[in-house]
Nanobody
Framework: QVQLAESGGGLVQAGGSLRLSCAASGRTFSRYAIGWFRQAPGKEREFVAAISRSGTTTDYVDSVKGRFTISRNNAKNTVWLQMNSLKPEDTAVYYC?????????????????????WGQGTQVTVSS
């Protein structure tokens, strides 16, 4: 089992940057693929990015490619989401999620139902 806690959200102007952190508890963090999702008011939760257990494979939704970067350090039990060139449409609550993954190189899916554990979320607000 793993527990997740997001941090790093806040209010930023369009064009600015934020780095979100997802800190995990437990000794088995390296066995989990991690995904970032977001949910804006009145909208469904959507996939943003994912990273494999080893960190060698990543996946991004098209709307954030070239602007967001997902990374992880298993020794620190942490995954980051670096967000640059933020846009007002990036405003949402951002969640990290963990999926127990048998393969170290494969990312988990883009469906939230693929993930077993979730953090409480962190608010990101981008003003125009």
């Amino acid at each position: 089992q793993v527990q997740l806690a997001e941090s790093g959200g806040g209010l930023v102007q369009a064009g600015g940057s934020l780095r979100l952190s997802c800190a995990a508890s437990g000794r088995t963090f390296s066995r989990y693929a991690i995904g970032w999702f977001r949910q804006a008011p009145g909208k469904e939760r959507e996939f943003v990015a994912a990273i494999s257990r080893s960190g060698t494979t990543t996946d991004y939704v098209d709307s954030v490619k070239g602007r967001f970067t997902i990374s992880r350090n298993n020794a620190k039990n942490t995954v980051w989401l670096q967000m640059n060139s933020l846009k007002p449409e990036d405003t949402a609550v951002y969640y990290c999620a963990a999926d127990f993954a048998p393969s170290s190189r494969v990312v988990s899916g883009r469906d939230s139902r693929d993930y077993d554990y979730w953090g409480q979320g962190t608010q990101v607000t981008v003003s125009s």
